[in-house]
């Protein structure tokens, strides 16, 4: 899932730690206490989705071929879907080309089928018992449209 050519290689490797560290702003997103820290913490995660618009080639990370960056970002994107439908906006604005990668990655069945076909409310039911910020935000929202 990696190019053989050994740059190319270590500079997709590089960008798979990237999502790594993007998984773990996440973290930040939905345990942050209180809204200063929930913004923080949305525009971290904004910046990066920023650095990878300016990567993209599409329509997967290198172009035409899927590949482990392709695979690294799947559940960075399933977690910021989750929590945009149960908003109903988005967390974290993606630009352009991030949205439309963000969108083939959730239609592909490799990714799609990773996770059970419960994830989402797994995932809603344990940012709510965070008592965090974003827990709050989710649990008013479904009251509202209960």
Known sequence: MLPKDPLERARQRAWVEFASATLAD???LYSAADAASF???TDALE????LLE??????WFAGERFGLVDAAFGPVFRYLDVFDWRLGRETAVRPAKVRAWSEALARRDSVRDAVAEDYADRLIDFVVRKNSY???LLERHALEFA
């Not at 910046?47 to 920023?50: C, D, E, F």
């Not at 300016?54 to 329509?59: T, Y």
């Open 39 to 41: 913004d923080a913490a």
């Open 54 to 59: 300016d990567e993209l080639a599409g329509p």
């Open 26 to 28: 996440i973290g930040k």
């Open 134 to 136: 974003l827990g709050g």
């Open 47 to 50: 910046s990066r989705l920023q």
